[in-house]
């Protein structure tokens, strides 16, 4: 089993910052890439930021240039630091982490608990 631990959500003014960190645990193999999704009331999931096995990232069009996701895939640890941030972010973030449990597994998805990130004044 792999488990997903997220901090750092809660409540921010427009404007303001905050930073997510996620830590994978358990019966990992390998960690081939790591992420962050969010999902508003009402909206799908969506994907925030992504980081790859080689360090490569990308983000959704909505939060580049204000986000920025770091991590090392080979510790299993993923972090985003959130800046301007707007009503528009509000949101639940998830972390994920695609990885592998054997050296014979496909890669399959694992998903932290959510971390509740609301932005109001």
């Known amino acids: 089993q792999v488990q997903l631990v997220e901090s750092g959500g809660g409540l921010v003014q427009p404007g303001g910052s905050l930073r997510l960190s996620c830590a994978a645990s358990?019966?990992?193999?390998?960690?081939?890439?790591m992420g962050w999704y969010r999902q508003a009331p009402g909206k799908q999931r969506e994907l925030v930021a992504g980081?790859?096995?080689?360090?490569?990232?990308n983000y959704a069009a909505s939060v580049k240039g204000r986000f920025t996701i770091s991590g090392d895939n080979a510790k299993g640890t993923v972090s985003l630091q959130m800046n301007s941030l707007n009503s528009g972010d509000t949101a639940v973030y998830y972390c994920?982490?695609?990885?592998?449990?054997?050296?014979?597994?496909?890669?399959?998805?694992?998903w932290g608990q959510g971390t509740q990130v609301t932005v109001s004044s």
């Open positions: 994920n982490a695609a990885a592998t449990t054997t050296a014979r597994d496909l890669p399959r998805d694992y």
């Open positions: 358990g019966s990992i193999f390998r960690v081939i890439a």
């Open positions: 980081i790859g096995s080689e360090g490569s990232t």
